[in-house]
Nanobody
Framework: QVQLVESGGGLVQPGGSLRLSCAAS????????MGWYRQAPGKQRELVAA???????NYADSVKGRFTISRDNAENTVSLQMSSLKPDDTAVYYC?????????WGQGTQVTVSS
């Protein structure tokens, strides 16, 4: 069983930055693909960014060049550095861990981009 706990969400003005962190426990996370998803009101949950155990990354087109995902296997953490934030980035952000059929989610953290 894997437990994921997100932190770092909040209110930020357009153009600002935030860093989300996800602390994982319960397994050796270095072998998992880790990711961040988001869900805005009335919309489906979507992939924002993912990083494999080999540190290969994948980003949604809407965040390329603005967001950076990273992982620290020694600390069992994954982070999402978000810059040049836009109102459309407003959503609940969820940390995700995947290994084959095993999929785990955090409880989510709210990010609101507004002036």
């Amino acid at each position: 069983q894997v437990q994921l706990v997100e932190s770092g969400g909040g209110l930020v003005q357009p153009g600002g930055s935030l860093r989300l962190s996800c602390a994982a426990s319960g397994s050796i996370l270095s072998i998992y693909t880790m990711g961040w998803y988001r869900q805005a009101p009335g919309k489906q949950r979507e992939l924002v960014a993912a990083i494999t155990s080999f540190r290969s990354t994948n980003y949604a087109d809407s965040v390329k060049g603005r967001f950076t995902i990273s992982r620290d296997n020694a600390e069992n953490t994954v982070s999402l550095q978000m810059s040049s934030l836009k109102p459309d980035d407003t959503a609940v952000y969820y940390c995700n861990a995947q290994l084959g059929a095993h999929v785990y989610w955090g409880q989510g953290t709210q990010v609101t981009v507004s002036s």
